[in-house]
């Protein structure tokens, strides 16, 4: 950790990685929680003292007494869920309107922009991109075509602004014969959910953030949703909205690049995604469903189950070359834990051709090449040192590390946060 310095923090894979879990564990080290981009699309679960939380928006340092948290302009926020998120939060002891800092500059997830993702959805037939139905998409095409309301409009003629935007979206809903729906009882909620916000510190976080790393303060930047999922470089269109990557938290708050120290990656020993996109070391035998199983492999926000396999090293090597990525963090390893075999995907055979290069598509024509290591049969979740590891999973992540040329710093045994061990 440098301090008066950025470090990034974010998923390598198709999301689903523990993000909310290392950030638990990391944010003691750090003065300030950052989230850069997504929405309520994402969500983080922690576990501690026999509770379960899941953070939707709200950054995951919340929990750290005294910390700031800051949400950046780079998120979409939805202020009716945002308030039943904050809400629930303060019922279990914990004070956000002091420690939690909104940018103005945040776009807001209208009601007509969850209506806008299904008729959209609808509208693609056999080709659904499996949105969460969040509204995040249709929030993101406002902002990038210049049309977007955000956080900061809640103070000007902000009735008139939400009119006219309201009246647009229902055109587009009424073209795309979406015309069945009430959102009476929605925006009566998402109205409440405005005058809710207005009660935080709402800033321009620019200034904010640029501040603190003046006074030499530390701030981790939390990305949601993974690197595969990327507008830019993920599995396009099966992708999600925002820049994931680590240069989204220079955009999604308003620091520049040289402040960036750490670019810490996480991993899980295996591989998941949910919704639809190509997956090429996907697994669709038993050992695919052993995998969700013991990996307890459900969406923290949909519930809907994730689709799992092998662990995938050509667009780890990949995420990890974009993101400039310097350490790496393995999350679930203990999910492996009664394997007799493990495999790991080392090339992709492409129309007969050998390759350890991501290509521009992976929808179809990709057979992965494995490698195969000899799994350790060991429980691992009790473990509490380096030391205790067996010698066939101490071998699996030499196998990681000479691959993929970073360390892997941090491993979690558990979805507990004493379950993790530092190396």
Not at 84 to 104: C, F, N, P, T, V
Not at 126 to 135: F, H, L, Y
Not at 313 to 338: E, F, P, R
Request: proline share 4%; with cysteine; hydrophobic share 35%.
């Amino acid at each position: 950790m440098s301090l008066g310095k950025v470090d990034v923090l974010l998923g390598l894979q198709w999301g689903d990685e523990g993000k909310g879990k290392v950030v638990d564990v990391l944010t003691p080290q750090y003065d300030v929680i950052a989230r850069f981009q997504g929405g309520p699309n994402a969500g983080h679960t922690l576990e501690f003292e026999g509770q379960k939380y899941v953070l939707r928006s709200i950054p995951s340092g919340i929990f750290q007494g005294g910390k700031v948290n800051i949400i950046g302009n780079g998120v979409v926020l939805a202020p009716d869920l945002f308030m039943l998120e904050a809400k629930d939060l303060e019922k279990s002891g914990h004070d956000l309107k002091q420690r939690l800092y909104i940018s103005k500059k945040a776009h807001l997830i209208m009601p007509t922009h969850r209506l806008l993702d299904a008729a959209y959805e609808q509208a693609k037939g056999n080709s659904k991109v499996g949105t969460t139905g969040k509204g995040i998409g249709p929030t993101y095409t406002d902002k990038i075509s210049r049309n977007g309301l955000r956080v900061g409009d809640i103070f000007h003629n902000f009735e008139e602004k939400y009119a006219a935007h309201k009246a647009a979206h229902e055109a587009i809903l009424k073209r795309l014969n979406y015309v069945d729906y009430d959102l009476t009882e929605t925006e009566k909620v998402w109205m409440e959910g405005v005058e809710y916000i207005r009660q935080f510190n709402l800033v321009d976080s620019e200034h904010v953030v640029n501040s603190l790393l003046k006074e030499n303060k530390s701030i981790l930047c939390e990305g949601a949703q993974g690197t595969m999922l990327d507008v830019d470089f993920g599995s396009y269109p099966f992708v999600t909205s925002s820049n994931t990557i680590s240069a989204g938290a220079c955009t999604g708050l308003g620091i520049g690049p040289n402040k960036i120290g750490e670019v810490y990656g996480i991993i899980k020993a295996y591989c998941t995604r949910v919704g639809s996109g190509p997956f090429p070391s996907e697994l669709f035998d038993e050992t695919g469903k052993k995998l969700r199983d013991l990996g307890h492999e459900y969406g923290a926000v949909t519930g809907r189950e994730r689709r799992c396999g092998w662990i995938d090293l050509v667009a780890l090597k990949y995420s990890i070359m974009i993101n400039g990525v310097t350490q790496l963090i393995m999350m679930k390893s203990d999910v492996l834990d009664s394997f007799e075999t493990i495999k790991a995907c080392v090339a992709y055979n492409i129309n007969g051709e050998k390759t350890t290069d991501f290509p521009y598509s992976i929808e179809e024509g990709i057979e992965p090449i494995y490698e195969e290591l000899p799994g350790w049969k060991t429980d691992m979740t009790k473990m509490t040192s380096e030391s205790e590891f067996p010698t066939a999973f101490k071998a699996y992540v030499d196998f990681l590390e000479r691959h993929l040329q970073v360390p892997i710093k941090i491993i979690s045994i558990g979805p507990d946060r004493a379950q993790t061990i530092i190396r």
